[in-house]
């Protein structure tokens, strides 16, 4: 068996395709003698899991990835600067509710520069003065301007 | 005559004060956007996209247009300067214009490509005003069964379009589809694959997850070494120039037999689903490279080296927005994102949207149309610019944007889930891109999914013969050439090497003759008649001479 990143795409394909396709059952009959709102889904999984198939079957006539294969530390490596980006967004997502747009969007920002452009003290004073401009500045594009309610978080009740 | 009607409609909604400036500020930021390297159009379109939320559908339309013709211009900028082209449309743009620039004619190459921009622009508005309408007649004459069909052949040929990748596309296309069924169920709307999640029956709005998957992936790959997250957008070689309008467009000028068919390339090619401007300028320059006396010259800084490409770049936003305006199917990214934008504004594109809405359908061809003024006027000033913007590192402009994305999407609905579908696909987009899948196939599987979806519930609804399929003409036409679609890439790459590839062209003509001639009229069937008496000659043909060659071998 040859494991190349294809044959794992294949894998989580057809798997995919399997689950969706049981929970299709699960979806209500038709009505009215209207399209079943499992058809449709229906429809796409079939060939998707064929064509999955097919990708399963060409991964194994490959040989191996000729990519180097990487140890989980050296692959943390490779991609730190996406999963750190990643990592900050979601963190912000996950404070919103908190920080609110204003506030979290200062530290989101201040700290992807930092992480992707460096510590040194005059980085950071830097970082400091693009984000304070970019942040403030869309914050009130948005909400002066534009009128748009952003979220305000518990810690600064602005509206 | 109702052509000038219209126009005369539209124009008063369009020619406002507020609308004119709006459409500087974005044919300003369009050129600078699309001079970036790495910052592509549609990302820029993207980002305009919340600021129109709170602006007419003319003017929020108008200044997207406005970005979308800035940046196909802009990338010239870099092109020529530098070398590194700052858009995929302007690649071809290099092999000339940066020599020509390196020979100390930069103000020259500028200028050409200026000219060049423009009068590929302007032609291609007027052939949009001119067809979009009439394309929109043949239009109304489909059926949902018609549309389900052409919607197969859009996803069909814009995953052929991923050339050896073809397999993933199909696939990234299918997953695209299955994406857009999460959610409400387009009939009866009931929930469907919520697994239990509440907020999951509001499914996938379609321009988070293309944020997501579209910009939100591509930033982070472009971060992903860090010596490449530092490095200045532009590199260092940019300064800026005067260019030399006067001396540029009589060089273009005395070339306008090579400006014509580089705008009809262009059109022609934006037409297509998903080809666009990448496709186009490589295309246009290999034709005129093909036709020119001097073709020894492209590549050392040939004139027609550069007009070719930019022209054609610019063009094929005209046939971009044809299919878009008259058949209300995008066949892009970009024309996604207008999509998006006319649905926000309660604007419902179809094959009767320009008779329906004829001030907004003429006031998008004529914003097309003025854009390309407004680029011309504009291209000296933005050059200071750009020099400026090429100094800033790529990391800050990812930070920036990353953040901006999410404002912009949350402006979108007002509510909190959609950055967090933003968050998910920009993370599935970044894997896919890994995996060396096509995100382009995957865009327009969402976009185009509900659209199916509810024309396949349509086909049902009338009759449950799936005969329909095949017995109304313009779907057998569509589904017909979806199949020589997926054939296609097997195609180019076997060109002169397979025996079978020498009958493709002409088997293509003989088949679509079939549907064409089940057309209703008397130009159509007689139209078919011809394709397959042309097919069969080219067949015969075809066999004859592969005998001989073989003899001549031996």
Same mark, same amino acid.
């Given at each position: 068996m040859s494991l190349n990143r294809d044959f794992f795409v294949a894998l989580f394909f057809l798997v995919l395709s399997g689950v969706m396709f049981v929970a299709t059952f699960q979806l209500p009959p038709p009505m009215f003698g209207q399209m079943s709102s499992a058809l449709w889904p229906r429809t796409i999984l079939i060939p998707l899991a064929i064509l999955s198939f097919v990708l399963l079957i060409i991964s194994q006539r490959q040989s191996a990835d000729k990519e180097p294969r990487r140890s989980l530390r050296e692959w943390l490596v490779y991609y730190k600067n996406p999963i750190l980006c990643f990592g900050l967004f979601f963190l912000f997502l996950v404070t919103m509710p908190v920080l609110g747009m204003l506030i979290g969007g200062l530290a989101y920002v201040f700290l992807t520069l930092s992480v992707l452009g460096g510590w040194s003290p005059r980085k950071l004073g830097l970082h400091a003065v693009i984000t304070a401009i970019f942040v403030v500045g869309m914050w009130a594009v948005f909400t002066q301007l534009l009128g748009v309610f952003l979220p305000e978080g518990t810690l600064l009740r602005v509206f | 005559m109702d052509l000038f009607q219209n126009l005369a409609a539209a124009a008063p909604q369009l020619f406002t004060v507020s609308t004119m400036i709006l459409m500087m500020v974005g044919t300003l930021a369009g050129l600078l956007a699309g001079a970036i390297p790495g910052f592509t159009i549609a990302m820029a379109v993207v980002l305009v996209l919340p600021f129109t939320f709170t602006m007419s559908a003319v003017q929020g339309l108008a200044t997207m247009i406005a970005v979308y013709v800035g940046g196909l211009s802009g990338g010239l900028m870099s092109g020529i300067l530098t070398g590194i082209p700052g858009t995929p449309s302007s690649v071809a743009t290099t092999f000339d214009g940066y020599p020509m620039a390196r020979g100390g004619k930069p103000g020259l190459a500028l200028g050409i490509g200026v000219w060049s921009s423009f009068f590929g622009g302007v032609i291609a508005s007027l052939i949009l005003m001119v067809v979009a309408p009439q394309l929109a007649l043949i239009g109304l004459e489909f059926q949902p069964v018609d549309y389900f069909a052409l919607i197969i052949f859009a996803l069909t040929v814009t995953a052929s379009l991923a050339g050896d990748q073809m397999l993933k596309g199909l696939m990234a296309a299918l997953f695209g589809l299955l994406v857009a069924t999460?959610?409400?169920?387009?009939?009866?709307g009931q929930p469907r694959f919520?697994? *239990?999640? /509440?907020?999951?029956?509001?499914?996938?709005?379609f321009l988070p997850v293309l944020v997501g998957l579209f910009a939100f992936s591509r930033l982070l790959n472009d971060v992903r070494d860090p010596e490449a997250a530092h490095k200045?957008?532009? *590199?260092? /070689?940019a300064h800026a120039v005067n260019i030399d309008y006067i001396h540029s467009a009589k060089e273009v000028l005395k070339r306008w037999g090579n400006v014509i068919r580089s705008a009809v390339i262009g059109v022609f090619v934006g037409v297509l689903p998903a080809a666009g401007s990448t496709i186009s300028n490589i295309l246009a320059y290999d034709q005129a490279k093909k036709t020119s006396?001097?073709?020894?010259?492209f590549g050392k800084g040939a004139v027609d080296g550069i007009i070719a490409p930019e022209t054609a770049n610019n063009a094929t936003a005209g046939g971009a927005l044809i299919v878009m305006m008259a058949l209300g199917l995008p066949g892009d990214i970009m024309t996604a994102i207008m999509l998006g934008a006319l649905l926000i504004h309660d604007v419902i594109p179809s094959p009767s949207f320009i008779s329906d809405e004829p001030v907004i359908a003429y006031s998008i061809f004529l914003a097309f149309f003025v854009a390309n003024f407004m680029m011309l006027a504009l291209q000296s000033v933005t050059l200071r610019g750009f020099v400026l913007v090429t100094k800033v590192k790529m990391y800050m402009l990812t930070a920036v944007i990353l953040f901006y994305c999410a404002l912009g999407i949350f402006a979108l609905n007002n509510v909190g889930y959609d950055m967090w579908t933003l968050f998910i696909f920009g993370v599935a987009g970044f894997i896919l891109r890994a995996f060396g899948f096509p995100i382009v196939p995957m865009v327009l599987g969402v976009v185009l999914g509900q659209i199916a979806e509810a024309r396949l519930s349509q086909v049902f609804a009338r009759?449950?013969?799936?005969a329909i399929f095949l017995t109304r003409p313009w779907s057998l036409f569509f589904l017909l050439l979806a199949c020589f679609s997926i054939v296609f890439p097997a195609y180019q790459k076997h060109l002169g090497k397979a025996a079978w590839t020498k009958y493709y062209p002409s088997v293509l003509l003989i088949v679509m003759a079939l549907p064409v001639f089940m057309m209703p009229g008397i130009i159509r069937p007689v139209a078919a008649i011809g394709m397959a008496i042309a097919g069969v000659v080219m067949l015969i043909r075809r066999y004859r001479t592969e005998p001989q060659q073989e003899e001549v071998q031996q």
């Open positions: - | 999460v959610g409400s169920d387009v009939v009866f919520t697994f *239990g999640i /509440d907020s999951a029956t509001q499914g996938f709005a200045a957008l532009g *590199g260092h /070689d006396k001097d073709g020894k010259d009759s449950d013969d799936i």
